[in-house]
C-alpha cells in the first residue's frame, strides 16, 4: 500500500469511527445495537474469499463492526472495569502497531526500553531480557 493510499485509509477509517460514536457518541446514538450472534453472521461478511478485499469493502466491514459495536464511551454506558476511549492508550497503540513493535526488547523498540527505564518508578522494562540470560 503506497503511503498517500495508507493515510486516505486511516483517515477514513477514523472518520467512521467518529461518526459511528466510537469517540463521542451522539445522546440518539444507541450504547449498542444487538444482534444475536446468528444474526452477526448474516450481517458481517467474514468468509476469506481468493482474492483480497478492496479498501472500500474492508471499510464497509469496518462501519459494520462499528455499528454492532458496544459503544464504551456512551454517557449510559456502565462498567466496573472501564469506561470510554483513554486517548492516551490509544495512540499509544496506534505508535506502537504503527512502528509495528512489540516492546520487548531494545533490539526491536530502542527509544522505547529507553524511555521506560529512565523512570525508576516503572519496573515494567527495568532490564531487558534476552535468551542469553534465561537459566540453562
Known amino acids: 500500500m503506497t503511503e498517500g493510499k495508507l493515510e486516505v485509509f486511516l483517515s477514513r477509517l477514523t472518520q ?32 476469506l474469499g ?9 471499510l464497509s466491514l469496518c462501519q459494520d463492526v462499528i455499528k454492532y459495536s458496544v459503544k464504551t ?19 499509544g497503540a ?6 509495528n513493535t512489540n516492546h520487548l526488547n531494545q533490539t526491536d523498540l530502542p527509544e522505547e526500553s529507553t524511555v521506560s527505564q529512565s523512570n525508576p518508578a516503572d519496573h515494567t522494562f527495568s532490564k531487558n531480557t534476552y535468551m542469553s540470560d534465561s537459566p540453562e
Not at 469511527?17 to 467474514?46: N, S
Not at 483480497?52 to 474492508?58: C, F
Not at 496506534?94 to 512502528?99: D, G, I, P, R, S
Request: hydrophobic share 35%.
Open 16 to 47: 467512521l469511527l467518529k461518526e459511528g460514536g466510537a469517540f463521542d457518541p451522539d445522546r440518539d446514538i444507541p450504547v449498542v445495537q444487538f444482534q444475536p450472534p446468528d444474526k452477526l453472521k448474516e450481517v458481517l461478511p467474514l468468509e
Open 50 to 58: 481468493p482474492t483480497p478485499s478492496s479498501d472500500e469493502a474492508l
Open 73 to 91: 464511551s456512551h454517557h449510559h454506558f456502565h462498567n466496573q472495569l472501564y469506561s470510554g476511549t483513554d486517548p492516551y492508550g490509544l495512540a
Open 94 to 99: 496506534w505508535l506502537t502497531e504503527a512502528l
